[in-house]
């Protein structure tokens, strides 16, 4: 047999395999909100004391923390709902992946997974997540945040708040999507409204909460 069928054959097969342990592995997390952020931003970053806060606030309401399992924001998150850790409240998950530079898995985590292809865990990301959480960040947490705005948009996942924390950081970005994308009719008001930018995160975890409780009653 051709060596690089061979080879695509057991991509397909390592690919299943993340799928089935990662599914596996979620399950019980069926409503969690999933925490996106920097790397790079360290103990000396507001944004990454802010990220603990919400994430003890919204692991104290029972609700699961996950995070891409890295440093930075992501560690800040991890530190949060471990924190809060006890029999009623939420969980600290990572959904590690292996890269070039930067990304090495927290030790603040109750459930560390590890995964290889990014179009994975990028659906481990949506699958359990009632809300998204997107904290300052580069080309990784935007990839994160158009991904979750684009299957809000196009009805392949459930509408939930996607919520943008840091005006300071964000505000040029909606005011280009506003300025530019609307204005060239690329989207519409409706499709803007998918997104809520925050400064205080006691607004992010009302929106939660708020959402959370729409969905237990409905």
């Known amino acids: ?60 309401e029972g609700i699961p923390v996950i995070t891409g399992g890295g440093p930075g924001i992501m560690e800040a998150a991890n530190i949060g709902a471990m924190t809060a ?12 992946i292996k890269l070039p530079a930067e990304q090495s898995a927290n030790k603040y985590q109750d459930l560390s997974l590890n995964f290889r292809y990014f179009f994975v865990r990028k659906y481990m990301f949506v699958k359990h997540a009632i809300a998204f959480v997107i904290f300052p960040g580069g080309y990784g947490t935007l990839d994160e945040l158009f991904e979750a705005l684009t299957l809000v948009q196009t009805e392949k996942i459930v509408k939930i708040p996607i919520i943008l924390v840091g005006y300071d950081y964000w505000e040029g970005l909606l005011g280009w999507i506003e300025s530019k994308m609307m204005a060239e009719n690329c989207i519409n008001q409706h499709d803007r409204d998918l997104i809520t930018l925050v400064d205080d995160i006691e607004d992010a975890l009302k929106i939660i909460l708020s959402h959370r409780a729409l969905t237990i009653n409905n």
């Open 1 to 60: 047999m051709d060596e690089n069928k061979v080879r695509e054959a057991w991509r397909v097969l390592r690919i299943q395999s993340e799928l089935v342990n990662g599914t596996e592995s979620l399950v019980k997390f069926s409503r969690a909100v999933t925490i996106f952020g920097s790397a790079r931003l360290g103990t000396d970053s507001d944004y990454y004391h802010q990220a603990e806060k919400l994430a003890y606030g919204i692991a104290k």
């Open 85 to 96: 850790n006890g029999p009623d409240e939420g969980e600290s998950i990572g959904l590690n």
